[in-house]
């Protein structure tokens, strides 16, 4: 699993080199403009609670590894609470009827949103190797470190405009994003590379990295664009 975690690490370092970390860090821009994108995140942020629940988690667990991606989506599947939070606190929780509701966000602007969601449930489903849910709980662990540590230096000038903290978007939830499965191991990271595949594994493996790490470049990328289109107070209207 060593050479697949390496692989991960080389994808996490461009994955940081995207022009949507690059507009995250463009202090010239008002901080609010920069997290205008938050509320087209919601097909991705509220559907991650049933990826951890229905097709990550197995009870009773069969093995040790089972056990800790059992704990890691007891973690990882609350996370929509903050997210929820934080659109009441940003300022996005004000009226809009259910059937625009509907439209935005099942609209063409957060199509490679739903599909990175889409995609993850589909590999999930269907792959019965649980070393290879694993490899995609670490790439998907890895991007968050990633996006999630830029989002929260934003959160931090936010947080002087609004005198608010931002559960899911601030510190906090950074914290809890180490860039590895979340269990009750000392050293998780040592566990997991010591790990070993087959050649038939780690080829699957190194595919799965790629899908993963492409699916969130092309989904923040979405996000981008969104920013440059929407003002902050008005990311509703098309």
Same mark, same amino acid.
């Given at each position: 699993?060593?050479?697949?975690?390496?692989?991960?690490?080389?994808?996490?370092?461009?994955?940081?080199?995207?022009?949507?970390?690059?507009?995250?860090?463009?202090?010239?821009?008002?901080?609010?403009?920069? &997290?205008?994108?938050?509320?087209?995140?919601?097909?991705?942020?509220?559907?991650?609670?049933?990826?951890?629940?229905?097709?990550?988690?197995?009870?009773?667990?069969?093995?040790?590894?089972?056990?800790?991606?059992?704990?890691?989506?007891?973690?990882?599947?609350?996370?929509?609470?903050?997210?929820?939070?934080?659109?009441?606190?940003?300022?996005?929780?004000?009226?809009?009827?259910?059937?625009?509701?509907?439209?935005?966000?099942?609209?063409?602007?957060?199509?490679?949103?739903?599909?990175?969601?889409?995609?993850?449930?589909?590999?999930?489903?269907?792959?019965?190797?649980?070393?290879?849910?694993?490899?995609?709980?670490?790439?998907?662990?890895?991007?968050?470190?990633?996006?999630?540590?830029?989002?929260?230096?934003?959160?931090?000038? &936010?947080?002087?405009?609004?005198?608010?903290?931002?559960?899911?978007?601030?510190?906090?939830?950074?914290?809890?994003?180490?860039?590895?499965?979340?269990?009750?191991?000392?050293?998780?990271?040592?566990?997991?590379?010591?790990?070993?595949?087959?050649?038939?594994?780690?080829?699957?493996?190194?595919?799965?990295?790629?899908?993963?790490?492409?699916?969130?470049?092309?989904?923040?990328?979405?996000?981008?664009?969104?920013?440059?289109?929407?003002?902050?107070?008005?990311?509703?209207?098309?």
């Amino acid at each position: 699993m060593k050479q697949v975690t390496a692989f991960i690490e080389k994808k996490k370092q461009e994955f940081a080199k995207t022009p949507f970390m690059k507009f995250l860090q463009d202090k010239s821009i008002d901080p609010r403009q920069r &997290l205008t994108w938050a509320p087209a995140f919601a097909p991705f942020a509220m559907s991650f609670k049933d990826l951890n629940r229905n097709l990550l988690r197995q009870e009773p667990a069969t093995s040790k590894l089972q056990e800790m991606i059992n704990q890691h989506t007891y973690e990882d599947g609350r996370h929509w609470v903050w997210f929820l939070q934080d659109m009441k606190v940003m300022g996005y929780d004000h009226s809009i009827n259910f059937t625009d509701t509907l439209k935005f966000l099942w609209g063409e602007e957060t199509i490679k949103v739903r599909q990175m969601a889409y995609d993850l449930f589909a590999i999930c489903t269907f792959e019965e190797d649980i070393l290879m849910k694993l490899v995609v709980i670490e790439s998907i662990e890895a991007t968050g470190n990633v996006a999630l540590y830029e989002i929260a230096q934003v959160a931090k000038e &936010l947080q002087q405009i609004t005198k608010q903290h931002h559960p899911y978007f601030g510190e906090s939830h950074f914290a809890k994003e180490t860039g590895h499965i979340q269990a009750d191991m000392d050293d998780v990271e040592y566990f997991v590379e010591s790990i070993q595949l087959t050649e038939a594994q780690r080829k699957k493996a190194f595919m799965l990295v790629e899908k993963v790490f492409a699916d969130f470049t092309e989904a923040m990328s979405e996000m981008l664009v969104f920013a440059q289109k929407h003002p902050y107070d008005q990311p509703f209207k098309s």
